[in-house]
């Protein structure tokens, strides 16, 4: 066994033993990116204060789980709104509950994080068996493992926890030469739409831009951090992510950020944010101030896959939702995540929920998969 520490902030551990623990390119679990959340005021405030779960060996971290503890379900984007509801109306406490996440992003990625040197399931079980024993201990009501891997999910699963399944939209690059042999694969009605909304922006005058982090300055980040905040002023939301948080990316992860705006007139008008990682880049946030046909579009979809075929990345996942996304070429695409619930009864009825919601979430599936925007092998446009 090794020794377990719960640890209260990222900033006590050292950039280096983290890192070392990713086993693969995700952006979003690098210590730069959990560091800035903490460092730039993106967490206490809404409700998430981090308990990592950290295994040494002597002196040294092997393992450990990006963990925070929860007052609310803020930003996680697997909903369990009900769930407290129903905690609530049988006269029980549902918050806090304890979720391994990343804060604020729905986008799959490794959470059991171990040393190359050390991996093993052996690990992976005294890990999440830390993870569950701390729960237990401080007497939460549940511990939620969000968008993890489908090799993780079935960790989980024989572990005792229930699954649960939901979907996104992701494109896929097929290989293609450039953006017209992408859309030489689409069917003649969603090719001419494309098209159409791309000649919209041109006949506006939009002019765009394409930044890497380190080409970006700080009135970059500062009019980013407008747009955004204006899509959840518009939307009854919060901003939660402020803009020294992205300035720290842009610097701290400089290849990694990916910034595009629109100018229209000398003036800008929209952004959005993104993150590279591996062969995969990550569609984040949006923001604009003045609306044009076909705009929100070509910067949140067209833009970028065109820089992924450019440059050989092979997915793109666009954020969370969004079935307009599949006439533009994304493809629904399951994620995953993982539930304990200590109070017996309510962990059964849940299981039976989710099973039930399971067969919805595969019919859905499979409904949008006869609706996809491909040609296919008898299609004659």
Request: glycine letters at 6%.
């Amino acid at each position: 066994m090794h020794e377990v520490r719960i640890i209260t902030s990222i900033n006590d551990i050292s950039v280096q033993d983290w890192n070392q623990l990713q086993l693969e390119a995700n952006p979003f679990i690098k210590y730069e990116f959990l560091s800035a959340l903490e460092t730039f005021d993106c967490l206490e405030k809404w409700g998430w204060l981090p308990r990592f779960v950290c295994l040494f060996q002597q002196e040294s971290l092997i393992a450990a789980l990006p963990m925070y503890l929860k007052d609310n379900s803020y930003g996680e984007f697997v909903f369990d709104w009900a769930w407290a509801d129903a905690y609530s109306r049988n006269g029980l406490q549902y918050y806090p509950k304890l979720v391994v996440a990343i804060p604020f992003t729905p986008a799959t990625g490794p959470r059991l994080l171990q040393h190359k040197d050390h991996a093993s399931v052996t690990l992976q079980k005294e890990l999440t068996d830390a993870a569950l024993n701390y729960a237990k201990n401080i007497e939460v009501s549940s511990l939620h493992y969000l968008f993890t891997t489908q090799d993780e999910t079935d960790f989980l699963q024989s572990s005792g926890l229930l699954r649960r399944t939901g979907c996104q939209f992701h494109w896929q690059n097929n290989a293609y030469k450039d953006f017209n042999d992408f859309l030489a694969s689409l069917s003649s009605k969603k090719r001419k739409q494309i098209r159409k909304e791309r000649r919209d922006v041109l006949s506006a005058g939009i002019e765009v831009e394409l930044l890497h982090g380190y080409q970006t300055t700080a009135e970059h980040w500062r009019i980013f951090h407008e747009f955004y905040t204006s899509t959840f002023m518009r939307k009854s939301g919060y901003a939660t992510l402020t803009r020294e948080f992205f300035e720290a990316l842009s610097k701290d992860m400089a290849d990694q950020v990916i910034l595009v705006l629109a100018k229209h007139q000398g003036e800008y008008v929209a952004a959005t944010f993104n993150l590279l990682g591996g062969d995969t880049l990550y569609g984040r946030h949006w923001g604009c101030k003045q609306r044009f046909s076909g705009l929100h579009f070509e910067l949140c979809y067209y833009q970028l896959i065109e820089y992924c075929i450019n440059h050989g990345i092979q997915r793109f996942e666009a954020g969370a939702q969004g079935e307009h996304k599949l006439s533009r070429g994304f493809l629904p695409t399951p994620t995953w995540s993982a539930h304990w619930l200590a109070h017996p009864e309510f962990n059964q009825v849940i299981a039976e929920f989710l099973q039930h919601e399971e067969k919805g979430i595969r019919h859905y599936m499979d409904e949008l998969d006869e609706h996809s925007p491909f040609k296919t092998s008898d299609s004659s446009s």
